[in-house]
């Protein structure tokens, strides 16, 4: 049965190149062998996201127990300090 929801990613640190969200289950999945979708939905003024940059969002580090949602600044420049992005997920077994 597919499940989703939605994360906020926070850039708490420092000017980065990419940030992490991360998913956990409430249940283990079996094996790493399902699929995972995110897409960001919003990002606040603050978040370093402007139209005429490339971002894009990838699932990486899949385990039984989640995985972890990546934000990568293409082009240039580096995603804010301070900077709040928006994803939501779905996950097929």
Do not use: C
């Amino acid at each position: 049965m597919p499940f989703g929801g939605q994360i906020i990613v926070e850039n708490k640190t420092s000017a980065a190149d990419v940030v992490h969200g991360y998913v956990t289950f409430d249940y283990p999945m079996p094996n790493t062998n399902y699929r995972s979708v995110a897409i960001l939905v919003t990002a606040n003024e603050i978040s370093g996201f402007d139209e005429n940059y490339d971002v894009n969002v990838s699932i990486s580090a899949k385990k039984t127990s989640g995985f972890t949602i990546d934000i990568h600044r293409g082009g240039q420049g580096f995603l804010a300090v301070g900077g709040q992005w928006i994803l939501d997920y779905i996950v097929l077994p």
